[in-house]
Antibody, heavy 119, light 107 residues
């Protein structure tokens, strides 16, 4: 069973870029059939899918965030990453990375990391 | 995006009760629906996929049903460990969306 672990700064200034990495252990990130996604949850609120990347590096983004999001994969390090540009306080949230099959449910999740946007 | 609406937002129940949570989609999503359980400070945990398939290791007191636009998650006999927040998620299209959540509280 894979294990996922998010890492990155816990504090980002407004207008800057939020950058997070998810390290996958217990399996190859480039294994066919699997997709790797980011989901966030503002404090006290619900879940929002941000975007996903496939084993073949195809990307899929939430239309409401698409203009600010980039997801990439580094197969040599078994990691995938999230960049969210021009952040505001509304981007303060716990950010989760997770695995899924194509257009499917999320079966394995990281523990989540809180990112606060504040000057 | 396919909007997902859960009801109720909060549900108070007692150990041993049978409870049902409803999730409605604004358009048909066939059976492409999952249910998750989330406890405070933890990541969501997959319970049900494809509307009614039980994830491995999940107790059989959890069940899901529905298709098209209306879905339900039922817990047949509430246990103390079940008090948590539950979310539905559609994956009919490649813009996944979640319901707003249902908080299951102890009465």
């Amino acid at each position: 069973q894979p294990q996922l672990q998010e890492s990155g700064p816990g504090l980002v200034k407004p207008s800057e870029t939020l950058s997070l990495t998810c390290t996958v252990s217990g399996g190859s990130i480039s294994r066919s059939s699997y997709y790797w996604g980011w989901i966030r949850q503002p404090p006290g609120k619900g879940l929002e899918w941000i975007g996903s990347i496939s084993y073949s590096r195809n990307t899929y983004y939430n239309p409401s965030l698409k203009s600010r999001v980039t997801i990439s994969v580094d197969t040599s390090r078994n990691q995938f990453s999230l960049n969210l540009s021009s952040v505001t306080a509304a981007d303060t949230a716990v950010y989760y990375c997770a695995r899924h099959l194509s257009a499917a449910f999320f079966d394995f999740w990281g523990q989540g990391t809180l990112v606060t946007v504040s000057s | 995006d396919v909007q997902m609406t859960q009801s109720p937002s909060t549900l108070s129940a007692s150990v041993g009760d049978r409870v049902t949570i409803t999730c409605r989609a604004r358009q048909s999503i066939s059976s492409w629906l999952a249910w998750y359980q989330q406890k405070p400070g933890k990541a969501p945990k997959l319970l049900i996929y494809k509307a009614s398939s039980l994830e491995s290791g999940v107790p059989s007191r959890f069940s899901g049903s529905g298709s098209g636009t209306e879905f339900t998650l039922t817990i047949s006999s509430l246990q103390p460990d079940d008090f948590a927040t539950y979310y539905c998620q559609q994956y009919n299209s490649y813009s996944f969306t979640f319901g707003q959540g249902t908080k299951l509280e102890i009465k």
